[in-house]
T-cell receptor, first 109, second 115 residues
């Protein structure tokens, strides 16, 4: 079983649509990171959130850390084909990091 | 993520051979994590190491797999007597010590193919 559950597992949308993906756990984390991975490459860090309730924005991407620091969401506005990839969340406690299985996003032109 | 170096990028082994995967962390990073990824799947935790110590190897098979992170040199993930089911991408990540919100940076992975 995964420590972090990500949903949905797969998501296919049209260019211009909005979407939200989720990362949930029963554990509390000191911090949570979101990564994006493209085929044939390693995951690339997008953002780190450390405070319960924290919201961070990165252009069209909005990340939120739950108040209890157990869950997080990633919202993408006006998705573009370049957003296609595997989105992974990772929870960290005392430098020990565990990943969810990811949400595989496809944005069709 | 270019700072974490993994080699080789691609490795082909016959069943029964040994595979040795290397990971040089980013400068100043003393924590290394190994993950395995099957095609179209997410990352599965294998092992977490600090210099000369295995902190958590709960994700690593008890047989044939071992990992080390010596005082000097890269971290090594070793797979003995490989089988076809070991074929996967193996990613290494490193992070710095003792910082709130420690971030991990990944290498580009080693793609192991067992034939």
């Amino acid at each position: 079983t995964q420590l972090l559950e990500q949903s949905p597992q797969f998501l296919s949308i049209q260019e211009g649509e909005n979407l939200t993906v989720y990362c949930n756990s029963s554990s509390v984390f000191s911090s949570l990171q979101w990564y994006r991975q493209e085929p044939g490459e390693g995951p690339v860090l997008l953002v780190t959130v450390v405070t319960g309730g924290e919201v961070k924005k990165l252009k069209r991407l909005t990340f939120q850390f739950g108040d209890a620091r157990k869950d997080s969401s990633l919202h993408i506005t006006a998705a573009q084909p370049g957003d296609t990839g595997l989105y992974l969340c990772a929870g960290e406690n005392n430098n020990d990091m565990r990943f969810g299985a990811g949400t595989r996003l496809t944005v069709k032109p | 993520n270019a700072g974490v170096m993994q080699n080789p990028r691609h490795l082909v082994r016959r069943r029964g051979q040994e595979a040795r995967l290397r990971c040089s962390p980013m400068k100043g990073h003393s924590h290394v994590y190994w993950y395995r990824q099957l095609p179209e799947e997410g990352l599965k935790f294998m092992v977490y190491l600090q210099k000369e110590n295995i902190i958590d190897e709960s994700g690593m098979p008890k047989e044939r797999f071992s990992a080390e992170f010596p005082k000097e040199g890269p971290s090594i993930l070793r797979i003995q007597q490989v089988v076809r089911g070991d074929s996967a991408a193996y990613f290494c990540a490193s992070s710095a010590q003792g910082q709130l919100g420690t971030e991990a940076f990944f290498g580009q992975g080693t793609r192991l193919t067992v034939v």
